[in-house]
């Protein structure tokens, strides 16, 4: 095989992205230099982060150049080694952006250990989404027994793992999700102790019904709407981590989000502790992380879920309908067998 197949950024979404804002494209087959691997892509991820990539403005990661390949994390099987870290035909996880093939840096690459999970468990719950939940839940906002914690998207990659971890941790777990099915596989198959529809006209009234001691923690992915209710409910000292707001990506929703006045009076009266982070910066928590996680994962202790999409040329799509809640569960492109 001489050509790979790549997805590139081909204009700059105004707004919401639209298909046209992507291109299929062959490239020659990437060969790999010293210290590289040349990986043959399986599972590609798809995460809402990568919205921002296509904005030209500037953020903790440089925008994809027009006409450059669309970052994402992929696990695929090494073709060919030329480092002494790998060999071929092993199964490791690293930047393959939306791509079939890619040559990467060895060192960028960690082994994927089939034994453990299913090897698309490494993008999701045993991957990045699933760190930043746990840095999220024990560094950011260092959750307390007895305490109560709202998780926003909370059936997806990252709040699917807060929620079940809180949940250990003794804590009350209020999930804020789009529509009834997600709600009910909230508390059914992920132990929420409830969970609201943000969709519902009187979402501040409903979670005053559920958190009659108010809320001490929020995990904050969403911004919009949820965020106004949640900061309304929040208890004095408590605890905003910042993880996303995909609510506001595109930005749409913007003209009724709360005013700033408003969240300064709520962060100044009730003395909140609002702190954003980034899961890159905390890659020293990756190794106890994976040995809190990955067995409870390996007992079926902790649950996923993931969204398949079949096909590379079919990422765009699928891409699009995450920002609009349209996954259920970690997004997955299925590059191939
Ligand atoms: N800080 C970091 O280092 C870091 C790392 C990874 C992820 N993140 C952030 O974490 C958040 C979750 O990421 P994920 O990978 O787990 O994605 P995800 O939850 O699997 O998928 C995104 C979900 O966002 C929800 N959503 C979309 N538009 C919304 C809106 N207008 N209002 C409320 N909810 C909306 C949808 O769920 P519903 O159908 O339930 O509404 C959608 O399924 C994102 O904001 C992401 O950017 C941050």
Redesign the pocket.
Known sequence: MTQAQRIVLASRPKGAPVPDDFRLENFDMPEPGEGELLVRTIWQS????M??RMDDVKSYAAPVPIGGTMEAGGVGEVMVSNSDRFDAGDIVVGRTGWASHAALDAHQCLKVDPDLAPISTALGVLG??G???W??LNDILRGQPDETIVV?????????LVGQLAKRKGMRVIG????AG?CAFAVENLGYDACLD?HHPDLAGELAALTPHGVDCYY???????LEAVTGRMNDHGRIA????????SG??LQDAMSLPKMWRAILVKKLRVQ???????MDRLAPFLAEVGPLVKSGEIHYRE?VAEGLENAPVAFLR??????????LVRVAE
């Open positions: 798809l995460d809402p982060y919205r921002g990045m989404p760190h930043t939940a840095v999220g926003s998207a909370a059936t997806g990659a990252v709040g699917s804020v999700a789009g529509g997600k943000h904050e992915n969403v911004g919009g709407k949820t910042i993880c996303g707001m995909i609510a506001w990506y749409k929703g954003g982070f980034i899961v890159f910066e905390h969204s995450l920002l609009e809640g349209g996954n259920f569960g970690k997004q």
